[in-house]
């Protein structure tokens, strides 16, 4: 698998030869990963929703029935390559993965993640800003509205307070947002940890925002980014951890992106350095070790994101939506039914 990744790798746009010699190299894992104690994700009162416009479907593995999102806040896939994650590595293994996933024109953080998780560009969506602001909302339903109207219930653990912008009221069950900022990725994934005991989320995002950062203190591709990256990749270990622990695993559809990546101490439009994200994709029925570059015309965006969430949780995404599900990494020869009977 790591000389499938090196080669991909040199494919590149955004490597340089120096980062190909590099890509052999890993650094020693950090210190165990620990379940945080930052302030207490928050429980939101239900309200009732407005009309229903979705309902659950047939899913296209039955076995499937949760969804857990985790974007590593700046991570270039180069830098992925770079980098020790063996835990990230280990979704390539056992999942579909591309290097190649490109993120909105914007490429800066709310706007992306709000494509990210309602299918459609700012354009439509209208989140085209970047900083903390309270009673803003996206103007398009988020994964978390849809898929509470559809009865699954969710939840969000943030590194950014920021995203306060997808708190709108009576569409999520349960989220963490810090009180301050940094926070590590430990900590977040230790908030994670806490949601998925406590409640069982059946949608779960979890955003880490040390690489991004690390990027904008030392610059994209400096040692102590790979160091936050590390640190990320420790972080997805832990709450991988639990799903497995709490039997989960088997059910969850894991799809591991970031927003945007970055070059210099920055990142912004019409940079491929900035453009590129990777995009991972593990569970059930999911083709392993397959590199979606293989499927030549299919190009994945980060409003596939959402498009795929919906498509394995059976909702229906609405005709609003401008991604399109990534159902290549379904496996052909899985049997669908088998893990519910």
Known sequence: MKS???????????LSAALLIAAGCSRRPGEPVTAATASPARDVPKRAFRERRVTAAERPVEAIDRVLIVSIDGLRPDLLLRAFMPHVRGLCSAGSYTFWAETTVEAYTLPCHVSMLTGVLSAKHGVTWNDYSEESY????????MAGQAGYSTAMATGKMKFIVLTKPGTIDHYYLPADEPVADRDVAGQAEKLIREHRPQVLFVHLAETDQAGHKYGWGSSEQIAAIERADEAVGLILAVLADLKLADSTLVIVTADHGGSGKNHGENDPRSRFIPWIAKGPGVRQDFDLTQIGERRIGTEDTFATACAFLGIDPGEECQGRPVLEILDASYDRGALRE
Do not use: D, S, Y
Not at 138 to 145: D, I, Q
């Open 4 to 14: 499938r990744l090196k080669h991909h790798a040199m494919g590149l746009l955004v």
């Open 138 to 145: 996206p103007n398009v339903p988020t994964l978390f509205e």
